[in-house]
């Protein structure tokens, strides 16, 4: 039962008539509270919760997207066009209470604006750019310049594409698409997905799942991260975890419901990930791209096309072609496929990028594996 009336006689009103409908459930022995032992909240100030929210002039952060549009617009005179602007900033409170006196409070902010621009050429082909920022503070967001001169150049990178056989190939993931990935990967791992039998991680704790350059950690206590949280949603203090260590599977996210039915340990994932990230390796990109040699850097994942439960991608993508490590021209209109277990196994090489805002974040990726389907 739900309300958006937190008006105490609401409240009293749904929680009586949750009451009243657990007679017409049946009983789930896997159900109930979360030990006590695992209830409370860290003792870290996460600064999740800006107090320059009271104060905040929402015309100045409205001007913000204005400036980065702006920038975005004069860019190159190909970008001829604005999409949308927009920002925004919300706080939010939580209260956490069960039957048995356990009572959690937590706050957050976030705050952020972005800029889509349309450029067009002289032959009429139009491209669209996208950049944004959002962060929990308001003095760590990106500035206008920098957020409208990104968003202006990727609206004109993809002009003078071409498509490229069909086949497979080794694939550079850039960041933002590798990002991507990892938010696959945290859908196989999450203990709803793995008792239900939808992932194809399942029974595979403990095994090798990825090459031993991968190491993922799930870390709510990074402060100031969006992700960051002191506790989850049914109270179970957070603390970061091991997901994959060198390419073994080390744990599952699980909520408390997952964890008994799972007979695993207790994670704080109720509500799904906090931070997620792939830890950084030490290639640059000029590495990567050397290493790849000839194949496929992917700047954009398109569309959908992932199946958990049978661990299989297929996605359109964008981006560039390399041919002895030199960036030959862009590339759109093509598809990439694979088997996640061969594409894990695949990874070759991590780069050193530098994570970015969000809360999933790997660097960017060398792959073996994947499958392009072009001309």
Request: net charge negative; aromatic share 6%; glycine share 14%.
């Amino acid at each position: 039962c739900t309300t958006a009336d937190i008006a105490p006689a609401a409240v009293r009103a749904v929680a009586e008539r949750a009451a009243e409908l657990v007679a017409y459930a049946d009983e789930d022995p896997f159900g109930g509270l979360p030990p006590e032992a695992e209830r409370g909240v860290a003792a870290i100030d996460l600064r999740t919760d800006d107090a320059s929210f009271a104060g905040l002039d929402r015309l100045a952060l409205a001007q913000a997207a204005i400036a980065a549009e702006a920038t975005a617009m004069a860019h190159d005179p190909r970008v001829s066009n604005s999409h949308r602007s927009g920002a925004s900033a919300t706080r939010t409170r939580h209260w956490y209470g069960t039957s048995d006196g356990t009572r959690v409070e937590t706050a957050g902010t976030r705050f952020g604006y972005h800029v889509v621009v349309v450029a067009q050429d002289a032959a009429g082909e139009r491209q669209t750019g996208a950049w944004g920022t959002m962060t929990r503070s308001l003095a760590a967001l990106k500035s206008p310049d920098s957020v409208g001169s990104e968003a202006g150049r990727r609206a004109i990178q993809g002009f003078g594409w071409k498509t490229v056989p069909s086949g497979r190939a080794r694939v550079l993931l850039h960041r933002d698409v590798a990002s991507q990935l990892l938010g696959i990967i945290g859908g196989a791992i999450s203990g709803g997905a793995v008792y239900r039998g939808s992932s194809f991680l399942a029974g595979a704790l403990g095994t090798a799942v990825a090459s031993d350059v991968v190491t993922i950690v799930d870390d709510p206590l990074l402060p100031g991260e969006l992700g960051s949280r002191r506790c989850d949603g049914e109270g179970v203090r957070s603390r970061r975890l091991d997901v994959i260590d060198r390419g073994r599977l080390a744990s599952f996210l699980v909520d408390g419901y997952a964890a008994r039915r799972l007979k695993h340990p207790y994670t704080g994932h109720d509500g799904g990930a906090s931070n997620l990230r792939l830890k950084p390796g030490a290639a640059s990109w000029d590495d990567l791209v050397r290493e790849l040699g000839t194949g496929l850097i992917v700047t954009q994942f398109h569309g959908f096309g992932v199946d958990l439960a049978a661990g299989t991608i297929s996605k359109g993508a964008s981006g560039f072609w390399v041919a002895d490590g030199r960036v030959q021209h862009p590339v759109q209109e093509v598809t990439v496929a694979g088997d996640l277990r061969e594409l894990l196994q695949g990874i070759r090489a991590v780069g050193d990028d530098p994570l970015g805002e969000s809360p999933t974040a790997s660097p960017s990726l060398l792959i073996d594996g994947f499958t392009i389907g072009g001309k």
